[in-house]
Every structure is written in C-alpha cells, then in structure tokens.
C-alpha cells in the first residue's frame, strides 16, 4: 500500500477507532450510560466516516470499470449497515433483543471493514496515483467532521429505514 497518510491509512485508523468501540459496546449491559454513549458515538463515527468514504475514495474509485462491483457492494454494505444501526436505536436497549440485533450488526461491520482493508483497498491502491491517496484523504479529512455535524442517532425500524 501507499505511504502513511494516505486515503487507505486514514480509513484503517477510522476501523481500528470502530472495532475498539465495538468491543466496548459489547461489554455493556441494560440501558447503562456507558451503552447509550458508546452506541451514540460508534453510530455518528460510521455514519460519518461511511459518508465521507464514498464522498473521498469511491467517487473516485468509481471511474475505474475493473472495480465498479467492489465499489457498488461496499457502498451497499454501507447503506445496509445504516438501517441496522437504525433498527437498534429503534429498539429497548434492556432487551435481549437489542443485544441480538447489536450482535449480528457487529458481525456484518467487522465481515464490511475486513472485506474493505483485505479486498478492497488493495486492488483499489492498484489502480490509483499516489497523488489521488494524498488527494482523496484530504477530502476525506474535511468532509468527516461536517457528515459527523449532520449524522445523527436515527430510530426507524429496519424496514421503514430503506430510502
């Protein structure tokens, strides 16, 4: 991969951010305060960083013929990942129910963030200048913080969540 800084360094800090809250979400327990604050800001962290990732590197990516599938299935996982993160805001977070549903949202994230730094990233920095890493994690750098100002904790159920 390209030198420290670039779009794909920038992205792995952001999962390495995620996987760490994700482990701490998971050691909560009932409607604790630790829970309510570490699922707001895991979910304005992904919302964010998932915004500002097809904004920097796959509107970028996209151009690419060979890689337009990898592109459209991560931003798919994007959207998918987003109605999950609503449905568990939706839902008691002192039920059993919620810790389910947090279980199987954390499984697809860690299976989407894996899939992008093992696959994904890769074959993209393949195909991409230098100067469009440093480019592309410029534009990710500014375009995080305001989607982060946007973002917010959504409860819909799952199926009203679909745009």
Do not use: C
């Amino acid at each position: 991969m390209a030198k420290h800084g670039d779009i794909f360094s920038i992205l792995k800090q952001d999962h390495d951010l995620h996987r760490d809250i994700l482990d701490k979400l998971e050691d909560t327990h009932g409607e604790s305060d630790d829970r309510i604050r570490l699922f707001r800001q895991f979910t304005l962290e992904v919302k964010a960083h998932a915004a500002a990732e097809e904004q920097a590197l796959y509107s970028t990516v996209m151009r690419k013929p060979d890689l337009t599938s990898e592109v459209r299935h991560s931003v798919a996982e994007h959207h998918e990942i987003e109605e999950m993160l609503n449905d568990l805001a939706a839902t008691d977070m002192a039920t059993g129910a919620w810790l389910t549903k947090f279980k199987e949202m954390k499984h697809r994230y860690l299976h989407h963030i894996d899939e992008e730094e093992e696959d994904h990233f890769p074959d993209f920095d393949k195909q991409l200048t230098a100067e469009d890493e440093e480019y592309m994690g410029g534009v990710f750098a500014r375009r995080k913080p305001a989607e982060k100002d946007d973002a917010d904790v959504t409860p819909e159920k799952m199926a009203d969540a679909k745009e």
